[in-house]
C-alpha cells in the first residue's frame, strides 16, 4: 500500500553545513512529485533522507520530522534498515549487479533482506517484478544473462524491478533517466505513471518537460548563494507550477532565465 508523506520543520546537515533548511511538505499517496531546482539546492540530500540514506554518511544528520503514514521514521526505535526496505530507490545511473544474472538481480534485495523464498515463489516474484517494470518481454528467454548484457535504458528497468520486487510503499527516484536515452527516457515515464497506481513517488529531475510529463505535484527548491542552505521554495500542482507559480523565482527557473 502506497503511504503519505508529511514533512515538518526538517533541517538537513553534512556535520556543523545545514545543507537543506525548513522544509515543510506533505506528498500524498499514489501520486508522483517532482523536486526542481537549479545544482546545489538539495534535491538529492532531501531525498535520501526520506528513507534514511542520508545518515549513512559520516557527520550527516536530520532534526525535524518525516512522517509515514504518521509514523516518525526518525522516531526512537525505528529500524533505519527496516525503513529503506520499505522505501525503495532508483539511483541516476543503473547499477545492477553487472555479473549477477537478470533473474538473481530482481531478486537481490530480497536476498539482502535475508527473506528465505522458494524456488516457484522467486520465479513467480521474478516475473512479477519485471513485468511490473515494463522489461518481461525484452528479458524473459534470457534469464540468466548478466545484467551488465542490457542496455542501459533496461538496465534501468531491472533497477526498477529489483526495488520493486521488495514490495517498498514509497519509491525514491534521483534523476532516473539522465543517463538514458530519449526513448528508453520515454519507457521510464510511462513506467513511472503506471507505478503510481501502487506506490507513492518522489523524482528528482532537472528536466522541466520530464517533471511536467510525469508529476502530479511539483516542488522547486532553491539558494540564495554558496554556502547557504537550500530551501523548499514552492510546492503545488504541477499544471499551477508551470502555468502561474506564486513566486518569481520559481517562473524564472522553469522558464529558463536562471539555474
Ligand atoms: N557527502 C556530502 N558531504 C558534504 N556536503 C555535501 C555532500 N553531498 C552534498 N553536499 C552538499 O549539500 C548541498 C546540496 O547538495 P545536493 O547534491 O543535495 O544538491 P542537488 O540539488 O541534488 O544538486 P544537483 O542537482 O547538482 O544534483 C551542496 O552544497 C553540496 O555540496
Not at 535520501?48 to 522516531?75: C, F, Q, S
Request: aromatic share 6%; with cysteine.
Amino acid at each position: 500500500m502506497a503511504k503519505r508523506i508529511d514533512v515538518k520543520d526538517l533541517n538537513i546537515y553534512y556535520s556543523d553545513f545545514l545543507a537543506v533548511a525548513d522544509v515543510n511538505v506533505n506528498i500524498e499517496p499514489n501520486s508522483v512529485t517532482a523536486f526542481i531546482g537549479p545544482s546545489g539546492c538539495g534535491k538529492s540530500t532531501f531525498l535520501r533522507t526520506l528513507n534514511r540514506m542520508h545518515e549513512v554518511i559520516p557527520g550527516a544528520r536530520v532534526v525535524g520530522k518525516v512522517a509515514m503514514d504518521g509514523v516518525d521514521l526518525y522516531g526512537d526505535g525505528v529500524d533505519p534498515v527496516a525503513v529503506r526496505r520499505s522505501v525503495g530507490m532508483v539511483f541516476q545511473r543503473p547499477n545492477p549487479f553487472p555479473t549477477m544474472s537478470i533473474a538473481e538481480n530482481v531478486l537481490a534485495g530480497v536476498r539482502l533482506n535475508n527473506r528465505r523464498i522458494s524456488k516457484s515463489d522467486a520465479e513467480s516474484l521474478v516475473e512479477s517484478s519485471l513485468k511490473g517494470a515494463n522489461l518481461w518481454n525484452e528479458v524473459k528467454d534470457r534469464l540468466g544473462r548478466p545484467g551488465s548484457s542490457l542496455s542501459g535504458g533496461q538496465q534501468q528497468r531491472l533497477c526498477i524491478a529489483r526495488a520493486m520486487a521488495v514490495k517498498p510503499q514509497v519509491l525514491l527516484m534521483d534523476e532516473p533517466c539522465s543517463a538514458l536515452d530519449p526513448i528508453s527516457t520515454l519507457a521510464i515515464e510511462d513506467l513511472i505513471s503506471e507505478l503510481k497506481a501502487n506506490y507513492t513517488i518522489v523524482i528528482v529531475t532537472h528536466n522541466m518537460q520530464q517533471a511536467a510529463r510525469v508529476s502530479d505535484r511539483t516542488a522547486f527548491f532553491n539558494i540564495a548563494g554558496t554556502g547557504l542552505p537550500g530551501r523548499l521554495i514552492e510546492v503545488d500542482a504541477t499544471t499551477t507550477m508551470f502555468s502561474s507559480p506564486r513566486e518569481r523565482a520559481t517562473e524564472d527557473y522553469i522558464s529558463g532565465r536562471f539555474g
